[in-house]
């Protein structure tokens, strides 16, 4: 037994014997061994509330916070630096190397997840990643290539799962060499299904010139529009689920370099940003709430991403970090970041064509291209959020098929 379960077991113990307390005060016989087999038929049960849960599969659901390789197998494709610290080359990630996703399978001896999009070398034996880089939770105002989003908002996302399910099982009775690489049926039911999307919904206002209060108002119908989806994916079988709300969009580069007037916070962060994502965490988290009356059977989990990316930007020495606020892999400004040239890309200074590479450490930035987080990063965050501090109900990752 973990300190955890140990923790758990003697606190609700302790509960369930106060339940008893007038009972007990007679002294009776038949109530003492009443409190006693009671107490033993309890214990019991807490001890299996607080096993491990065991998830053979995850199923995924997001943008590029979580995008193993989706729109690079369907649409634009990083390309070096991105992969450079822990792959060694481009593999879909924007990122130096793994995302929180990565780590998150990895905590359950999972492999990687497969993007459902790409087509070359997948297994989707444990699960399937459904997330593609500029993914909104509405349909977007435009798609690549004639806009900046992808055509794979959640809603399309959900219908590539629906049809995931029917697919497979029929490949896996029909046998033959791709059989074993498709999810058994059952693990539909008790894989963990997990949520990283939003933050493009409010960038697709920042960036169409809505005002802060147009994007605030906005905010209800986007969360409704993620409630539906969660309640579909349900309709289908799932049942454990773990939701990361938004970041601190206000101190990503790439706000900070196209929206030099906002009032900035104590650490340079764009504050009325930051408050958009702050309302839409609020909005999801009460969504949240609503989803576990309305889906009895599911266990959802809320995570407060928001705070522990956050804690990145304003003590950033504190865990090791340094220059939050500035792209490792950018070109020019303050920020290390332009719109009209991105990493891995080149751009002509006085007739001299420049490679725009990464900085000389990623293992100490926080912002890897603008945009994205660096492995170093995405690794800190996981270890916060995958104790359950920052969770709501507090359990830790590794307890997500609990309701609390």
Not at 174 to 194: D, N, Q
Not at 372 to 396: C, M, R, V, W
């Amino acid at each position: 037994m973990s300190p955890y379960d140990l923790w758990q077991l003697c606190r609700l113990t302790h509960h369930s014997s106060m339940d008893f307390r007038s009972p007990v005060k007679f002294h009776t016989p038949q109530v003492s061994l009443f409190v006693i087999l009671s107490i033993a038929t309890i214990v019991p049960n807490i001890v299996f509330a607080t096993k491990e849960c065991v998830f053979p599969a995850i199923f995924n659901f997001g943008d590029s916070n979580s995008d193993t390789g989706g729109l690079a197998a369907s649409l634009i494709a990083p390309t070096p630096p991105y992969g450079e610290t822990y792959f060694h080359r481009p593999v879909g990630r924007f990122s130096d190397g793994r995302l929180i996703i990565d780590f998150i399978a990895n905590s359950f001896g999972l492999p990687y997840l497969s993007a459902y999009l790409d087509s070359l070398g997948t297994n989707f034996s444990r699960g399937a990643n459904f997330a593609t880089a500029a993914s909104t939770i509405r349909l977007p105002p435009s798609v690549i290539p004639l806009g900046g989003f992808s055509p794979f908002y959640l809603g399309i996302q959900y219908t590539q799962f629906k049809d995931l399910i029917p697919i497979t099982q029929f490949i896996r009775h029909e046998g033959g060499v791709f059989a074993s690489l498709m999810p058994k049926e059952e693990y539909f039911h008790k894989a963990l299904y997990t949520f990283d999307i939003g933050q493009n919904d409010l960038g697709a206002g920042f960036f169409e010139n809505m005002t802060i209060q147009q994007v605030n108002a906005s905010v209800p119908d986007i969360v409704n529009a993620f409630t539906k989806n969660v309640k579909d994916i349900y309709d289908l079988g799932a049942r454990s689920f773990w939701i990361h709300n938004t970041g601190p969009i206000g101190c990503l580069s790439y706000i900070l370099a196209n929206f030099l007037s906002a009032e900035r916070d104590d650490y340079g962060c764009a504050k009325p940003y930051n408050e958009v994502a702050k309302y839409f965490n609020q909005k999801l988290k009460e969504a949240v709430v609503q989803l576990r009356k309305d889906l009895p059977q599911a266990a959802i989990t809320y995570v407060d991403i928001y705070s522990v990316k956050y804690s990145l930007f304003s003590n950033p020495k504190k865990y090791g970090f340094e220059l939050p606020l500035v792209a490792c892999c950018g070109y020019g400004g303050e920020y290390n970041y332009s719109s009209s040239v991105g990493c891995g890309g080149t751009i002509d200074v006085n007739g001299t064509k420049i490679f725009v590479s990464s900085c000389e450490r990623p293992s100490v930035r926080v912002n890897w291209d603008g945009i994205h987080y660096t492995e170093a990063a995405n690794k800190f965050i996981f270890d916060q959020i995958s104790t359950g501090a920052f969770s709501e109900p507090p359990l830790p990752l590794s307890m997500a098929c609990h309701k609390n």
